[in-house]
């Protein structure tokens, strides 16, 4: 079973406009992380946001906000006013504590097209 | 500061042959981990060093694979034998401490095998 699911192959959104990217988790963990990481086209992977399972508030970081929904198992990013630089790949990414792995499960990106 | 760099950016190797990729992580960061990316795939884990710990090497896909890492300095991932199905990039990351919620990455290698 895929630890992280992306439903979401593409996405566009107007410029200046908020989008959420969605991203679903299967763990059987009580501690885990969730990352989102920004690949843009130069392919360099770029942190942006984090969530523990015990963080009892939503992530935000500027202009990303994590939605975590822990009984649903989901952690959709939001980006608020999107920018044209905002185009690239986005990757959701978990971790699970407490096997002591401290590999990330990522899913499969979601390409996010910003239109002036 | 300078972040995690590997070497080559590119390599295209024959079919049969055996690839070195180098990955420098940022200073004092005792966790290192590989990683492969196929065309328009997420990343899949291949290994992962802490320190002077034996490394999990749960993720690396057959015994063509192998790493290396002396300490928390310079890491070395092999592949022997290359086949077309190892075309990908491989990224390297890092993280001051393995409960660090953050893993830096390199740019990658990309590896066309042909």
């Known amino acids: 079973a895929q630890k992280i699911t992306q439903t979401q192959p593409g996405m566009f959104v107007q410029e200046k406009e908020a989008v959420t990217l969605d991203c679903t988790y299967d763990t059987s963990d009580q501690s885990y992380g969730l990352f989102w990481y920004k690949q843009p086209s130069s392919g360099e992977m770029i942190f942006l946001i984090y969530?523990?399972?015990?963080?009892?508030q939503n992530a935000t970081e500027g202009r990303y906000s994590l939605n975590f929904q822990k009984a649903r198992k989901s952690a959709n990013l939001v980006i608020s006013a999107s920018q044209l630089g905002d185009s690239a790949m986005y990757f959701c990414?978990?971790?699970?504590?407490?096997?002591?792995?401290?590999?990330?499960?990522f899913g499969t990106g979601t390409r996010l097209t910003v239109i002036p | 500061g300078a972040g995690v760099s590997q070497s080559p950016s590119n390599k295209v190797t024959e079919k049969g042959k055996d690839v070195e990729l180098r990955c420098d992580p940022i200073s004092g960061h005792t966790a290192l981990y590989w990683y492969r990316q196929r065309l328009g795939q997420g990343l899949e884990f291949l290994i992962y060093f802490q320190g002077n710990s034996a490394p999990d090497k749960s993720g690396l896909p057959s015994d063509r694979f192998s790493a290396e890492r002396t300490g928390e300095s310079v890491s070395t991932l092999t592949i022997q034998r290359t086949q077309q199905e190892d075309s990908a990039v491989y990224l390297c990351?890092?993280?001051?401490?393995?409960?660090?919620?953050?893993?830096?990455f390199g740019p990658g290698t990309r590896l066309t095998v042909t």
């Open positions: 990351a890092s993280s001051l401490d393995p409960g660090e919620n953050e893993q830096y």
């Open positions: 990414a978990m971790r699970e504590a407490q096997t002591g792995a401290n590999n990330l499960f």
């Open positions: 969530q523990g399972s015990y963080d009892e």
